[in-house]
């Protein structure tokens, strides 16, 4: 597996974890709404096996899990918008990040590309 593919299942994942961070914000005075949250590491792992077995190639599947690590509020609401918004940067900066580790790998191909000719 080569490096653009493993940066592209990180950002599928970073993106759907972006989703559901938003909806975990969007939810927080949600009564009996439950946090939901996404184990990155284990999602890449298991897309990275399914494509040594030749099983990748579809669309990622994280998988939302209700977390029990809050303790629900009056209305039974479990979402820490505090949590939320750091969870929600340090997404941003590793999804940024790996963009920028993509544009590098892009910009080293283009050179020796041009430098072969």
């Keep these: 597996m080569d ?26 005075q949600t009564p009996g709404y439950k946090e939901k949250d996404v184990d990155f590491r284990r999602e890449f792992d298991k897309n990275i096996s399914t494509d040594m077995v030749g099983l990748g ?11 029990g690590d809050s303790l629900p509020g009056l209305d039974g609401n479990t979402v820490n918008l505090e949590d ?16 920028q580790v993509a544009a590098k790998r892009f910009s080293l191909m283009k050179y020796v590309i041009r430098e072969g000719k």
């Design 84 to 99: 939320q918004m750091v969870k929600l940067t340090e997404n941003q900066l590793m999804f940024h990040s790996l963009v």
């Design 57 to 67: 190639g579809g669309e990622v599947e994280v998988r939302e899990v209700s977390t």
């Design 3 to 28: 490096m653009i593919s493993l940066i592209e299942k990180a950002l599928n994942i970073r993106s759907q974890y972006h989703r559901v961070i938003s909806g975990n914000i969007v939810n927080s």
